[in-house]
């Protein structure tokens, strides 16, 4: 699921480790159209539903950390 | 009213104990917040420097940046807000082009300072309160600042691409606030939540138009954090919202049923400085019935000189509301002659009164190009109807040229972009084969929807006359845009 999450991740920005790097939205990285963009994608591709509690900078500031959240979507459904 | 942080001092003395500042989930009464600033203008005061020297500042939605704010405006000296990511760099390069006396920044600068022979001082944001409370006494006396001397010096990327410092007089902060405040007809209790960069011209100014009417202003980091976004309105019982068009157009795709339950709450919800598409005002209007909608026009250089309540005066395409308590707006030809202007009769806007800036900092000839008489020419296309309503259908270097009929890309694009089928859309010159220009037209349809040309061509001619409908009509997968979210026009071919 992380290489799907880091492709997807690409197709917005194709300049960043994204094994690496984990401050995404809090340096600025990724703003709010990215991040429209993501979650309109990450609903498509995984099938899960983001409300508004999920949409916050921990959740996404990484591959990983957006790759835990998706899992615990999952889990939930 | 000379200054904001005059309004400050007397909000105090009124209601001391009404909540001025809250950020951090930390908040400030006036009363505290006219000693800290008090305090901070005499440790600034006792830095001996000259009156009107430049402090930088790397902005955070936070109490510190308030109190320093206004303690420099107390102190007489010009309060220059820089960007929260920018680097020790940049922060250097700021404070040589000002020749600054101070920076206030959570950047460790002790290394770089050093080497700048102290040329000048630097004290950290996380001690801006502490020294504010130690230097605090009673019966601390300042000369509030005057009209005429500089408040803020704004940066600004504009269109040129180059920076360039907007030099703000006291008299145009408040002007501008006033413009504000009568404009939106700021309720006595309001709260304003503020989700945007602090140093940004329209963020700030909703701080002053809070300090000004002596009600709370709450300072957010943006609108990546949809969900302290969801809890700051809960909880802070928030009356209005400063909101750029990226955030409404962020809000009603990712949580329009959240925002639809505040229409009783929100008195309203503040939207400039960017193209707003037609179909993100119709889906606020639908979904917050209650809440006075307002689109802005201004800019850093003549800030809030109009508004319009699109929820009242429905189906005003590219309408910007009457001109502002300080605005005077006026429709200029090529060569800045005053016209009569009308739908048929276009030319440039140009705007006097007390908002208009002093010029950019250091750059004479700039300013000139901008700036005559007190009256700052834009390069936005418009008109002024019969019932004073101003129009901005666009800027004038996207101007669609043919054969001597303008068409002005935003005007089709928010016609097209009330057609249902159509997520987004682009007009622009294209070269035929005969060496002119035909308008074109790339829509990005939404999902499971197919373009019909026809259709939508009918559409557009119900609001459009038949020149501006594009020849060719195409569906793309999506369309360039800036860093910012705005749609970059330079790429589209």
Not at chain 1, 12 to 35: Q, T
Not at chain 2, 178 to 185: D, L, P, S, T
Not at chain 2, 345 to 373: F, H, R
Request: hydrophobic share 40%; with cysteine; net charge negative.
């Amino acid at each position: 699921m992380l290489d799907r999450i880091i492709e997807i991740l690409q197709g917005i920005r194709d300049d960043i480790d994204y094994y690496s790097e984990d401050s995404l939205i809090d340096d600025g990285i990724f703003d709010s159209f990215d991040i429209v963009g993501l979650v309109s994608e990450l609903k498509d591709e995984f099938d899960i539903d983001i409300i508004i509690d999920d949409l916050t900078p921990a959740n996404f500031n990484s591959a990983e950390s957006i790759c835990a959240l998706v899992k615990k979507l999952q889990d939930e459904d | 009213m000379d200054s904001i942080v005059q309004a400050l001092s007397i909000h105090a003395k009124e209601t001391p104990d009404r909540i001025a500042v809250i950020a951090d989930d930390e908040q400030i009464t006036y009363g505290e917040l006219w000693k800290e600033v008090q305090g901070f203008a005499e440790f600034l005061r006792k830095q001996g420097f000259e009156k009107g020297s430049r402090i930088t500042v790397k902005a955070a939605p936070s109490i510190w940046f308030a109190v320093s704010c206004f303690g420099i405006h107390l102190s007489g000296n010009v309060h220059v807000p820089m960007e929260k990511t920018i680097g020790p760099e940049g922060i250097i390069n700021i404070a040589d082009e000002l020749s600054a006396s101070m920076i206030v920044a959570d950047t460790d600068l002790s290394d770089r300072i050093s080497e700048n022979d102290g040329k000048y001082k630097y004290i950290s944001s996380a001690l801006v309160r502490e020294t504010a409370k130690e230097y605090y006494r009673d019966g601390l006396v300042f000369d509030f600042p005057t009209l005429d001397m500089t408040c803020d010096i704004m940066f600004t990327t504009g269109t040129t691409g180059k920076s360039k410092g907007v030099m703000e007089s006291h008299r145009a902060v408040v002007a501008v606030s006033e413009n504000v405040q009568y404009g939106a007809e700021i309720p006595k209790d309001n709260i304003y939540l503020v989700p945007a960069p602090i140093n940004h011209a329209s963020a700030i100014r909703k701080l002053y138009v809070s300090i000004l009417t002596g009600t709370t202003v709450v300072l957010l980091d943006g609108f990546t954090d949809v969900k302290k976004f969801f809890n700051y309105v809960e909880k802070y019982k928030v009356t209005s919202i400063l909101m750029p068009p990226a955030a409404v157009r962020m809000i009603l795709l990712l949580a329009e049923k959240n925002l639809a339950k505040y229409s009783g709450q929100l008195h309203h919800i503040h939207t400039g400085s960017a193209a707003f598409p037609e179909a993100d005002k119709d889906k606020l209007c639908e979904i917050l019935p209650e809440t006075r909608l307002y689109f802005a026009y201004g800019s850093s250089e003549a800030g809030c000189v109009s508004m319009y309540d699109y929820s009242k005066n429905r189906g005003l395409i590219s309408c910007v509301g009457k001109p502002n308590k300080n605005a005077n707006i006026f429709i200029v030809d090529e060569n800045r002659n005053p016209i009569k202007s009308s739908k048929e009769n276009q030319g440039l806007i140009a705007i006097s009164g007390g908002m208009v800036m002093q010029g950019y900092y250091n750059a004479p000839e700039l300013t000139g190009e901008v700036l005559k008489d007190g009256v700052v020419y834009t390069n936005d296309i418009g008109y002024i109807d019969d019932e004073g309503f101003v129009y901005m259908l666009g800027r004038r270097g996207d101007v669609i040229n043919i054969g001597g009929l303008k068409i002005a890309p935003t005007e089709v694009e928010n016609v097209v972009l009330r057609y249902p089928d159509i997520a987004d859309c682009a007009c622009f010159a294209k070269e035929d084969r005969m060496g002119g220009v035909v308008p074109r037209l790339n829509v990005v349809m939404k999902k499971g929807c197919e373009l019909d040309a026809a259709k939508l061509r009918a559409h557009m001619a119900e609001h459009l006359e038949a020149f501006k409908i594009p020849k060719q009509i195409v569906a793309v997968d999506e369309l360039p845009k800036t860093s910012n979210g705005k749609l970059d026009r330079k790429r589209l071919v």
